[in-house]
C-alpha cells in the first residue's frame, strides 16, 4: 500500500479526485478489508481540525475526532445533542480517533452522529468548492460524495431542547437503535416543554431497516390522545421496521423502542403539566 502526506487541502482533493482513499481516524478503514486498498491519502496534515463558529452556525472540520468536538461545542453550549450523542459513543480511546469526516462518510447503521445531523438539517462542505451538500441528500444518494473530500460539516445554532438516547447492552455496545428529539422551547425556560411545544417536536429514530426513520408525524398522530403517554394506543407497531440481528428480533427492538421513546416523551413534558 502506498501512502501520501499532502500539506494543503488541494494537494489532497487532487489525490482524492483521482480514486486514493482518504485515511481519517483509521477506524472504519481497519475493520473493511484493508487489503484491498493500493493508495492512500492521510488527512492529518491539511488543516481540517478546525472549530468556527458565526452567529447562525457551527463549522466542523473533518478531521476533528468525537472527543475534540464535545471539548469544543461544551464551551459554547454545554447541552448541545451533539455532545449528549458523541460523548457515549464506542469507547474513550475509539472517541479519540473516530473523526467526523469519517463518520460522515460511512454512515454504519450503528453511528452516533447520523441522528443529531439530521434532526439539525447539516449540512456537508465539499473541500475545493463552494459547494454544500444536506447530509440527508448525501444518505438518499451517496455516490454525490464519490472521489470527494468532505472538508467541514455546518451545523445551524439552533436554540431547542434536545435528548438522545442509544440502546446498548453495555456502554462500549454498537447502539442498536439511537433516538435524537428536539423542540424549539427556548432554552433557558423553566419548564421542559409545554403542550404548545410539543407540536415543535421533531424525532429521528437511525438503526432501523431503512437506516433512519422520521418519527415525528407518527408521534404527533399518536398524541392527538390527550393522555397518549399512558394509552395504549401508544405503539410503534408497523412504524417502523429492524432487521432485527445482534441485538434481537425485529418485534423485540419495536417494543424496546416504544418504552424508550414512551420515557423520553415523559421526560420532555413540561413539570408542571400533569396530563396533555
Ligand atoms: C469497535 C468499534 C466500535 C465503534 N462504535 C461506534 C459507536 O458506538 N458509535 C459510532 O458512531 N461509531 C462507532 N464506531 C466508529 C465507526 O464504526 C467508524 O469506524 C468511524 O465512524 C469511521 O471514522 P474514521 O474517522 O475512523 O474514518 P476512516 O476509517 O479513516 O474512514 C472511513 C471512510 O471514510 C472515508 N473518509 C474519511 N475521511 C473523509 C473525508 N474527510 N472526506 C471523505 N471521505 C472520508 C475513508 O476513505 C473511508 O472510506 C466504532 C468503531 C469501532 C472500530
Known amino acids: ?20 482513499i482518504p485515511h481519517a481516524g483509521g477506524t472504519g478503514i481497519l475493520r ?35 472527543s475534540n468536538l464535545v471539548e469544543k461545542i461544551k464551551i459554547v453550549d454545554k447541552q448541545h445533542l451533539l455532545i449528549q450523542s458523541l460523548s457515549k459513543a464506542a469507547s474513550t480511546l475509539l472517541r479519540n ?30 473541500a475545493g468548492t463552494e459547494e454544500r451538500i444536506f447530509y440527508k441528500d448525501f444518505l438518499a444518494n451517496r455516490k454525490l460524495l464519490q472521489n470527494r473530500l468532505i472538508e467541514s460539516v455546518i451545523i445551524p445554532r439552533k436554540s431547542v431542547h434536545s435528548t438522545y438516547y442509544r440502546e446498548v447492552r453495555t456502554s462500549f455496545d454498537y447502539p442498536a437503535f439511537t433516538i435524537s428529539i428536539i423542540s424549539n422551547s427556548p432554552k433557558d425556560s423553566s419548564s421542559i416543554v409545554s403542550r404548545e411545544d410539543f407540536t415543535s417536536l421533531r424525532i429521528i429514530v437511525t438503526g432501523c431497516k431503512s437506516l433512519y426513520c422520521e418519527m415525528t408525524e407518527t408521534v404527533r398522530e399518536i398524541m392527538k390522545d390527550r393522555n397518549f403517554i399512558n394509552s395504549p394506543s401508544f ?6 421496521e429492524f432487521v432485527g440481528k445482534r441485538h434481537g428480533s425485529n418485534d423485540y427492538l419495536k417494543e424496546v423502542l416504544t418504552v424508550q421513546l414512551r420515557r423520553l416523551l415523559q421526560n420532555f413534558r413540561s413539570a408542571d403539566e400533569k396530563e396533555f
Open 1 to 20: 500500500m502506498e501512502w501520501f502526506y499532502p500539506a494543503s487541502i488541494e494537494e489532497a482533493v487532487e489525490f482524492v479526485s483521482k480514486g486514493v
Open 97 to 126: 480517533r473516530i473523526t467526523i469526516g469519517g463518520s460522515v462518510f460511512l454512515s454504519p447503521i450503528w453511528s452516533d452522529l447520523m441522528g443529531p445531523l439530521l434532526i439539525l438539517d447539516s449540512q456537508l462542505r465539499v
Open 32 to 66: 473493511s478489508n484493508p487489503d484491498r486498498i493500493s493508495e492512500i491519502v492521510e488527512l492529518s496534515g491539511i488543516g481540517l481540525n478546525s472549530f468556527l463558529e458565526t452567529d447562525s452556525e457551527y463549522i466542523i472540520g473533518s478531521m476533528l475526532t468525537f
Open 235 to 240: 405503539h410503534l407497531k408497523d412504524r417502523v
